[in-house]
């Protein structure tokens, strides 16, 4: 027998299809609602990473994967799904969506612009 340390959050089911070779041991514990959402946010990056976009079957179990983590995440803060959606079309209509697929490389701001200090904030400034 051996022995892995796996340290993530797994999906439901998983547990018990570990169990049922009754050789099998596991250790797990049940999360409580804050450790639960930092695991569903590592597990997201998790999924992330695994996202192959040049593999069309793979990619779609990979966002299906996505997709449930956020589900779960509305679930889990209480946020309704209209209230949801209705965010999501209003930052879709105030800022666009990637249809353009524009990349952005550098910008400079001038100090008065109201998104200044988001960028200050977030991007490294160059000379």
Do not use: H, P, S
């Not at 547990?15 to 596991?26: D, H």
């Not at 049940?30 to 990056?45: A, G, Q, T």
């Not at 701001?109 to 109201?114: A, G, H, R, S």
Request: hydrophobic letters at 40%.
């Amino acid at each position: 027998m051996k022995r892995f340390r796996v340290e993530k959050l797994i999906r439901d089911k998983i547990l018990g299809n570990i169990l049922a070779n009754e050789l099998n041991k596991v250790d797990y514990q049940i999360l409580d609602k804050k450790n639960f959402l930092v695991n569903l946010k590592k597990k997201f990056f998790e999924e992330l990473e695994e996202l192959d976009l040049n593999n069309k079957e793979d990619a779609i179990k990979e966002l299906v994967d996505l997709q449930l983590i956020i589900d779960t995440c509305l679930k889990a803060l209480k946020i309704d799904k209209k209230e949801f959606r209705k965010v999501f079309d209003k930052k879709n209509q105030d800022l666009g969506k990637f249809d353009k697929k524009i990349y952005m490389k550098i910008v400079d701001l001038d100090e008065d612009d109201e998104w200044f200090d988001y960028y200050k904030k977030k991007f490294k400034e160059i000379k």
